[in-house]
């Protein structure tokens, strides 16, 4: 990184004698602004940063790199090291894990970049800014023609967390999150020259590991147990709170016999109307006739009628109308108690689930889910790298899967037992086994 009358504030106020005191307050106010933020956050501990650059400084080459989440960086280093460097502002970390599945295949410059140039890169040197949380991983890229290096910097500093890649000459080939001069005075934009960061705020204390990959390991699980509480205690609301409204509306439906009732009723009404078409009375809502015994009844019916042929056909509509409630009922009945059983089954295995990552996969944001048809399909859709995958909630929901499958598809069951089937929407022929 170039030097800057920045990395140290004495050389700084001497520096800026040579503008004036508008300019002055405004890089003043800059400085300080990004020294305080240095301290935002609970990040990694520079003296465990040591410590992990110390036990991984023999790593000689990065065999794979990609994002497996929006600020998590997976680099698998020869011997089948696996580091996972999470970059977020307000807790970064560098930690490992069995396995951490990705959501879908990111592709913006920064991945674009980091594939080109650090993907199978052979690594020279593994290193920490004296004094400072960020650790520089120099790479070299041997081509037909030249041998290129490049550094990707990880910067643990609070608000300006980032991961940088760089050319030789200390430029900016791209970075995971843009800083423009309107926010600091390090610009942080492909094509500039990155300048050097404020001194950190604090003076490094030891924290001595005993075993640093059991660190590295217990960082991920203390994380993992955390996220995973909270992500479970928001789902579980939610799906909890969709379970309660479809109950409020099984509850809510009416009573087949009792309906049945009324278009029996109604239909005997509409028979008296023409049997007693003298003793209509013209626009009146409720009409005085004779039962076929002889008896008086009353006959509620809309204000704006005028003979009995029209009253009669009124009721009979009524009557039509609730026989298709009935013929409709027992479908809306069976599809209400079909979404809440559904529901029960994901929620046992929201509450059951052991991983955030894999549980994360039930709940696809909504970019990835798209825009969502009015009508339910009876089918859940859920992403994993970058292969949609559909999965029936019912023997109706298997069906309309398969409807909306393409010969190309792939197609799962569980063998000789009922099950839900799983449609993998794919235009290739071999899908990757983890998928």
Not at 19 to 36: L, P, S, V
Request: aromatic share 10%; with cysteine; proline share 4%.
């Amino acid at each position: 990184m170039k030097n800057s009358f920045f990395q140290n504030p004495s050389v700084l106020s001497h520096s800026l004698l040579f503008f004036n005191f508008g300019i002055i307050a405004t890089f003043e106010r800059c400085y300080n602004h990004i020294y305080k933020s240095r301290t935002i956050g609970v990040n990694v501990k520079f003296s465990h940063l040591e410590q992990i650059v110390a036990h991984f400084k023999d790593l000689r080459k990065i065999n794979a790199i990609y994002r497996v989440a929006d600020t998590i960086i997976k680099i698998v280093f020869n011997d089948e090291k696996t580091l996972y460097f999470d970059m977020r502002k307000s807790n970064s970390q560098i930690f490992m894990c069995e396995d951490y599945p990705r959501t879908k295949i990111y592709q913006a410059p920064f991945d674009v970049m980091l594939s080109k140039y650090i993907n199978r890169a052979s690594i020279t040197d593994i290193s920490l800014v004296e004094g400072d949380k960020i650790l520089r991983i120099t790479t070299a890229l041997s081509s037909a023609y030249k041998q290129a290096k490049t550094v990707l910097q990880f910067e643990f500093t609070g608000k300006y967390t980032n991961a940088i890649l760089l050319d030789e000459n200390e430029v900016v080939i791209e970075a995971l999150r843009h800083v423009d001069a309107g926010s600091s005075f390090r610009v942080i934009k492909a094509g500039y020259e990155l300048l050097t960061p404020p001194p950190p705020p604090f003076e490094p204390k030891p924290f001595p590991l005993e075993d640093v990959e059991a660190f590295l390991y217990e960082v991920y699980a203390k994380q993992e147990r955390s996220k995973l509480a909270q992500f479970k205690k928001q789902k579980l609301g939610l799906l909890h709170k969709k379970q309660e409204k479809l109950r409020q509306r099984l509850e809510g439906l009416s009573d087949e016999a009792v309906l049945e009732s009324e278009v029996e009723t109604l239909q005997h009404y509409g028979n008296l109307m023409l049997s007693n078409m003298h003793l209509i009375t013209p626009y009146a809502t409720v009409q005085k006739i004779k039962d076929y015994d002889g008896s008086d009844i009353e006959v509620y019916v809309a204000p704006n009628l005028q003979t009995g042929a029209q009253m009669s056909e009124y009721l009979f509509k009524m009557a039509k109308k609730n026989k298709q409630r009935v013929r409709h009922l027992h479908i809306e009945r069976a599809s209400l108690q079909e979404k809440i059983q559904h529901l029960d089954y994901f929620i046992n295995i929201v509450e059951g689930s052991q991983s955030l990552s894999k549980l994360q996969l039930l709940f696809p944001s909504r970019a990835q889910q798209g825009k969502k048809s009015q009508k339910d399909e009876g089918f859940e859709t859920f992403w994993y790298e970058g292969y949609k995958i559909m999965l029936g909630k019912s023997e109706k929901g298997n069906i309309a899967l398969l409807e909306n499958a393409r010969a190309k598809d792939i197609w799962l069951h569980m063998k000789d037992r009922p099950s839900a089937h799983v449609i993998i929407v794919t235009d290739k022929q071999n899908v990757p086994k983890n998928v």
